[in-house]
Nanobody
Framework: VQLQASGGGLVQNGGSLRLSCAAS????????MGWFRQSPGKKREFVAG????????DYSDAVKGRFTISRDNAENTGYLQMTSLKPEDTAVYYC?????????????????WGQGTQVTVSS
């Protein structure tokens, strides 16, 4: 399984970005897709997750109401729509998948990872 994350960039405070995570080598039914982020000097943290089969979602408190995770079954691609971005959202964002239906917030529960995409929010 390969995951290709893209869509990062530089955006102003209050702006929006949409990240994509294209999966190849496996369809994502019966999997969870998670988005994580890591800032310099900090541990990687859970941002959002979705059980692919039903599109059930979960979000960290830090992004709830601002970020939306979604999927395109036909393209086997997940998305993270980020709005009202803040400087503290600056990080490398990673997508990951795990088998099953539980949306774990622990990165150790995920089996496959994308390469990360940088998001920088200027103040």
């Amino acid at each position: 399984v390969q995951l290709q994350a893209s869509g990062g960039g530089l955006v102003q405070n209050g702006g929006s970005l949409r990240l994509s995570c294209a999966a190849s080598g496996r369809t994502l039914n019966h999997h969870v897709m998670g988005w994580f982020r890591q800032s310099p000097g900090k541990k990687r943290e859970f941002v959002a997750g979705m059980w692919w089969s039903t599109a059930r979602t979960d979000y960290s408190d830090a992004v709830k109401g601002r970020f939306t995770i979604s999927r395109d079954n036909a393209e086997n691609t997940g998305y993270l729509q980020m709005t009202s971005l803040k400087p503290e959202d600056t990080a490398v964002y990673y997508c990951a998948i795990r088998e099953g239906q539980l949306i774990h917030i622990n990165e150790g529960e995920y089996d496959y990872w994308g390469q990360g995409t940088q998001v920088t929010v200027s103040s």
